[in-house]
């Protein structure tokens, strides 16, 4: 047994769960992919965990016009297999496609990988670039976040000990909206060195809507903002990839680690965007 | 420290006991439940050793609590041969082609393996592939577990035993 002793409380209801978190020390597992072995390295000692595993509340899928609702202890492997979504919100399976094993996705949440905040991981910046809202709730009541503000640093957010994340809810996109999606990793599975996620929607023949955010490539999940603003009102064969893909760059952050320097980091990132890009306008779909 | 109380079957059989909170599936399966086929490699989820299958899914039992299983349906490798010792085909096709050495990473291999072979709409090569990322062999450089896939999911010919 290697996780120090702690009090395991098996949560019933989110009002349950939000309750256990109040009375101190506390950390909520869900998939537990991450914080086992955190658990087992001893670099997490809660005095209490609290499960919220058999909490339904909290998970599921559902699809509307206003957009996508999913609860935060949907696993991974369940919004690869649901249909609804994979109309609605194709960015976001792609993307899922990519997080972990197919056993860690076995048992891997969305929410738990949402509130992680891994720099590189792919989760935190498909809410960023998909303009995602995070319901967290404690005793005190709900608070909507906007993911883009969620993030403040390397496995750093917004939410506080005592809020369980609920929900996650992305705006619509309509279904013709292409996907924009590249990861460079040194194995499957593996943390990206260079990922870039999001979805353009061209409406009579210009672009409408671009939402564009890069994972590897800094403390957070990097919106390529000014990327999205150049390409707003664009008709896609007046686009020039790579002039675009300069202007992703200048919005990343990166940095020199033992897997990359940030200059590598850099230069893959333009090739990566140009061709996702290029790739991206290319995909059938109406408008 | 709590205890909990927990109830869950085990290659079928039914199983009971009072266990702290901090347990995990993995030293439960092996420790308390005497299923000395699950092995334990890094005991951080890196590694993919200790791959059960938990209801219906493969999952690393280093990552999951055992009070978490309660009410769960476990397998580990030891249900895979039939009781007169037929291997499962996909121990078959591990065995046809080397698929092993040391045979410390095996189990849970044959766990995802099995897993994807077993449902009802078997996994191709390709998926079945991708999904040995989440396991770590030191000793084959995969090559023998990449025949056996292939044997498996029909996309090769049976290897002759002994022909490696």
Redesign the interface.
């Known amino acids: 047994m290697k996780p120090a002793p702690f009090d395991y409380v098996g949560a019933t209801s989110i009002d349950d769960a939000v309750a256990q978190l109040a009375s101190g020390d506390a950390t909520v597992i869900a998939g537990g992919q991450t914080l086992m072995p955190l658990l087992a390295l001893r670099m997490s000692m809660p005095l209490t965990v609290v499960d919220i595993n058999r909490v339904a509340d909290l998970r599921g899928v559902s699809v509307s016009d206003q957009g996508v609702r999913i609860g935060a202890m949907t696993r991974q492997a369940d919004l690869l297999t649901d249909a609804a979504l994979a109309g609605a919100l194709p960015p976001l399976v792609t993307a899922v496609r990519h997080v972990g094993h197919h056993q860690t996705r076995n048992r891997g949440t969305i929410g738990g990988s949402l509130v992680f905040a891994e720099p590189a991981a792919e989760m935190p910046a498909t809410a960023v670039a998909l303009g995602a809202t995070l319901e967290l709730r404690s005793a005190g009541g709900t608070r909507n976040v906007a993911a883009e503000t969620f993030y403040l640093g390397p496995y750093m957010t917004d939410i506080v000990p005592d809020e369980l994340l609920v929900a996650v809810t992305f705006p619509a996109w309509p279904r013709h909206a292409r996907t924009v999606f590249r990861e460079v990793a040194q194995r499957p599975g593996d943390f990206a060195l260079v990922g870039l996620v999001g979805a353009v929607e061209i409406e009579g023949g210009a672009i409408a809507r671009a939402g564009l955010a890069w994972f590897g490539m800094g403390p957070t999940p990097m919106r390529a903002r000014q990327a999205e603003s150049a390409l707003v009102g664009r008709a896609p064969g007046d686009i020039r990839a790579s002039e675009i893909a300069e202007l992703a760059i200048a919005d990343t952050d990166p940095f020199d680690d033992v897997h990359a320097t940030a200059e590598y980091r850099r230069e893959v990132g333009r090739r990566v965007f140009a061709q996702a890009l290029t790739a991206a306008l290319a995909q059938e779909g109406q408008a | 420290?709590?205890e909990?109380p927990i109830a869950l079957t085990i290659n079928g059989q039914a199983y009971t006991g009072r266990i702290?909170?901090?347990?995990?599936l993995a030293?439960y399966l092996r420790v308390n439940a005497g299923y000395t086929g699950v092995h334990v490699g890094c005991?951080?989820?890196?590694c993919?050793a200790c791959?059960v299958i938990v209801d219906g899914?493969?999952?690393?039992s280093?990552?999951?609590?055992a009070?978490?299983a309660d009410g769960s349906e476990v397998r580990t490798v030891e249900s895979l041969a039939a009781p007169d010792g037929t291997l499962h085909p996909v121990q078959q096709a591990m065995r046809d082609n080397f698929g092993l050495q040391c045979g410390f990473c095996t189990p849970g291999i044959l766990m995802?393996m099995a897993v994807l072979h077993d449902r009802k709409e078997p996994a191709g090569e390709d998926e079945m592939i991708?999904?040995m990322?989440?396991h770590i062999c030191r000793c084959t450089g995969y090559q023998g577990i990449r025949r056996a896939i292939r044997q498996l999911t029909g996309s090769a010919e049976p290897a002759q035993e002994g022909a490696h």
């Open positions: 420290m709590s909990h702290e909170g901090r347990l995990t030293d005991e951080q989820g890196v993919g791959t899914r493969a999952v690393r280093c990552l999951m609590l009070v978490q995802t991708a999904a990322s989440g």
